[in-house]
T-cell receptor, first 115, second 118 residues
Framework: KQEVTQIPAALSVPEGENLVLNCSFT??????LQWFRQDPGKGLTSLLL?????REQTSGRLNASLDKSSGRSTLYIAASQPGDSATYLC??????????????FGKGTMLLVSP | NAGVTQTPKFQVLKTGQSMTLQCAQD?????MYWYRQDPGMGLRLIYY???????DKGEVPNGYNVSRLNKREFSLRLESAAPSQTSVYFC?????????????????FGSGTRLTVV
């Protein structure tokens, strides 16, 4: 069974810091990996999608890397801002015919960026 | 804006009542999903539909039924609501593994339905 772990569970930083969120998964037979952001009481917003053949994706101040063989992904946030405060979720999509039906989510990292 | 639309956004039910959560997507995705999100439990798959005309159970299907009405719409029904079904429900859609859309297999989520069963 695929398991996804996110470390740390919570993180509090002052504005302006660069930070790294970690995601690990147990089964490397993935199709892609997706990072989401969830604001309190809201839905999931997709941030970055990395295909299994890719090493990284970038969007603005966000950079996500993928090391499929070691079962790890990191989300790097540069120059953090209070508006980045949210819960960040990592999810992996299995390869076809892997026996898994859909995304497996981590439990998230709750980020608080203080002014 | 293109995406996944869920209705209603909030609902309070009494134990034993029934209701249907509606979901529609306009991205021409083949696959659709229903998840529930509970504190400390994360997101758990209830049912999914890999393509129009098919539905399958996920991790926590008991107490729920689904209908894939057409390619755009996927509804979730609670026949006899129980307090344990108090949760936030999310609908999502994606292209299949072999799809060639620009989304490359990513998932798009709706904004959720907050359901309280008393």
């Amino acid at each position: 069974k695929q398991e996804v772990t996110q470390i740390p569970a919570a993180l509090s930083v002052p504005e302006g810091e660069n930070l790294v969120l970690n995601c690990s998964f147990t089964d490397s037979a993935i199709y892609n990996l997706q990072w989401f952001r969830q604001d309190p009481g809201k839905g999931l917003t997709s941030l970055l999608l990395i295909q299994s053949s890719q090493r990284e994706q970038t969007s603005g101040r966000l950079n996500a890397s993928l090391d499929k063989s070691s079962g790890r992904s990191t989300l790097y946030i540069a120059a953090s801002q209070p508006g980045d405060s949210a819960t960040y979720l990592c999810a992996v999509r299995p390869q076809r015919n892997s026996g898994y039906s859909t995304l497996t989510f981590g439990k998230g990292t709750m980020l608080l960026v203080s002014p | 804006n293109a995406g996944v639309t869920q209705t209603p956004k909030f609902q309070v039910l009494k134990t034993g009542q029934s209701m249907t959560l509606q979901c529609a997507q306009d991205m021409n995705h083949n696959s659709m999903y229903w998840y529930r999100q509970d504190p400390g439990m994360g997101l758990r798959l209830i049912y999914y539909s890999a393509s129009e005309g098919t539905t399958d159970k996920g991790e926590v299907p008991n107490g729920y039924n689904v209908s894939r009405l057409n390619k755009r719409e996927f509804s979730l029904r609670l026949e006899s609501a129980a307090p344990s079904q108090t949760s936030v429900y999310f609908c999502a859609s994606s292209e299949t593994w072999s799809g060639h859309l620009a989304g490359q297999g990513g998932y798009t989520f709706g904004s959720g339905t907050r359901l309280t069963v008393v």
